[in-house]
């Protein structure tokens, strides 16, 4: 069955479900969230979410690393994804403006910052900008120079563009269909697991809970060199995998001026979604940098 004549192109749920975004604006917008209570002695940790993905992706690590830490962790709808408003400005200076204005709001600087990908680049940008607002930080394979990937980002649009699917199937055959129409576009199983995360039905009918059209317009930021001036000198972690070309030992020379105590841990065969592909060793990773 030729899956791309079957179904015709996906909807994307939009701006009107999440508030104006037809003005461009530089203003911090109310990011969606969920905080899990703990103590107050520790510095909380902060989940950001990759790009196309949103808050729930940690749920699972959000709820351990509350349990075995006692610590309050925070999870976060970056713009343009998941509940969070929409909005043109996909800069990470606006992200790391959100997030600023979240934590203030909650009370919950300085903090831990894990961030994946687009996460990890917004969280990078906050660390260079407001120092004094993060404890540590780690980077999900990311780095904050320019990265070849863009072929990967436009591949994903692509796939999750290109399909739509009646709202009158089960979830668990929808969920298998739309996977298999995806790998026509994405070969790694667990990218793949990771876009299912932001897949919705509403009103019956199937959608991406992101702002994909003003993502693929603007798909070359994401990648491009972090353009933020500063130093951050608190620890951090840049947590790779060992057959991604996210965060190439090449760049460590130049990610060691921005961030002179960072440390490299490499994870082997994990991928670009590290804590979909290799789980334990992704919690291992984070629980040893916070002891």
């Known amino acids: 069955m030729n899956i791309n004549r079957v179904f015709p192109t996906a909807p994307f749920l939009s701006s009107a479900a999440h508030g104006s975004c037809s003005r461009w604006s530089s203003r911090p917008v109310p990011l969606s969230y969920r905080l899990l209570d703990g103590q107050d002695t520790l510095p909380p940790v902060v989940f950001l979410h990759g790009l196309l993905s949103n808050k729930d992706i940690f749920k699972a690590e959000a709820e351990a690393l509350a349990k075995q830490t006692g610590r309050k ?55 260079l900008q407001k120092p004094e607002l993060v404890d540590s930080l780690v980077s999900v394979d990311i780095s904050p120079l320019a990265t070849m990937g863009s072929s990967l980002i436009s591949e994903v649009l692509a796939g999750m563009k290109a399909m739509q699917l009646p709202g009158n199937l089960p979830d668990s055959q929808a969920f298998e269909v739309i996977d298999e129409h995806l790998k026509l576009f994405v070969e790694d199983s667990s990218i793949r697991r990771y876009l299912l995360n932001s897949l919705v039905e509403v009103n019956g009918q199937y959608v991406w809970k992101v702002n994909a059209e003003n993502l693929w317009q603007q798909q ?27 965060i190439p030992p090449s760049n460590y020379r130049k990610i060691k001026l921005l961030f002179p105590e960072a440390q490299f841990q490499t994870i082997p065969d994990a991928g670009h979604i590290i804590h979909i592909k290799k789980p334990q060793e992704f919690m291992n990773s984070i629980l040893s940098f916070l002891s």
């Open 220 to 246: 070359h930021l994401f990648l491009d060199n972090l353009h933020i001036h500063g130093i951050y000198r608190g620890r951090t972690l840049f947590l790779r995998s060992s057959n991604s070309s996210f």
């Open 73 to 127: 962790v925070l999870t976060v709808d970056a713009r343009n994804h998941g509940d969070s408003p929409h909005s043109p400005d996909c800069s990470y200076e606006a992200m790391s403006a959100d997030l600023q204005a979240l934590l203030s709001k909650l009370g919950l600087s300085p903090c831990v910052l894990i961030g994946h990908s687009m996460g990890g680049k917004t969280a990078m940008a906050l660390a």
